[in-house]
T-cell receptor, first 116, second 116 residues
């Protein structure tokens, strides 16, 4: 069974460009979470999505960031007009419907964004 | 509000000696607590979890943690360190009460180094 797949693993963008990060959850998982890890810090919750629905986006910056999890295809985290402060590792995690609040999330290996 | 504090950013031990990684938590309700491990350039993996059953929790790879309500602590221990234990360890508290979803709150992490 494939785990949570994230791509690209590494992404370099210049200031003002757009970054798109993709996440395919584990087979059978319909819940996706995005977390951001800044250098030397723990992970910070960004957004929780179910298929076609954003359930909790309280951790998302108000501007330039958006996320979606369409009926078909991977979840996408989109960052418009990137700035140097967006440089971080972005982790996607998934859980099955039965995994609500068990604390067990299955994490991908992360997408490391570098903004020049 | 939920929070965790990891008391040591770096811990260094010799192979074969005990490991102690310290974590204190703050919670406005009965907490669910977890330890996750992150090996370099990898995703995070759940080590163990406490969800109000036994206060001494056993996890994978010989790790265990003890929930102490009076001390608001959830320290991670292992009797004998192995070279493969070298990684970043995160203490985590659930940001949702029981029945909610997996909005996890991470500590800043403790980097464990194991020397021969």
């Amino acid at each position: 069974n494939a785990g949570v797949m994230q791509n690209p693993r590494h992404l370099v963008r210049r200031r003002g460009q757009e970054a798109r990060l993709r996440c395919s959850p584990m087979k059978g998982h319909s819940h996706v979470y995005w977390y951001r890890q800044l250098p030397e810090e723990g992970l910070k919750f960004m957004v929780y999505l179910q298929k076609e629905n954003i359930i909790d986006e309280s951790g998302m910056p108000k501007e330039r960031f958006s996320a979606e999890f369409p009926k078909e295809g991977p979840s996408i985290l989109r960052i418009q007009q990137v700035v140097r402060g967006d440089s971080a590792a972005y982790f996607c995690a998934s859980s099955p419907p039965s995994g609500l609040n068990t604390g067990e999330l299955f994490f991908g290996e992360g997408s490391r964004l570098t903004v020049l | 509000a939920q929070s965790v504090t990891q008391l040591d950013s770096h811990v260094s031990v010799s192979e074969g000696t005990p490991v102690l990684l310290r974590c204190n938590y703050s919670s406005s309700y009965s907490p669910s607590l977890f330890w996750y491990v992150q090996h370099p350039n990898k995703g995070l993996q759940l080590l163990l979890k406490y969800t109000s059953a036994a206060t001494l929790v056993k996890g994978i790879n010989g790790f265990e943690a003890e929930f102490k309500k009076s001390e608001t602590s959830f320290h991670l221990t292992k009797p004998s360190a192995h070279m493969s234990d070298a990684a970043e360890y995160f203490c985590v508290v659930s940001g949702q009460p029981s029945g909610g979803y997996n909005k996890l709150i991470f500590g800043a992490g403790t980097r464990l180094a194991v020397h021969p």
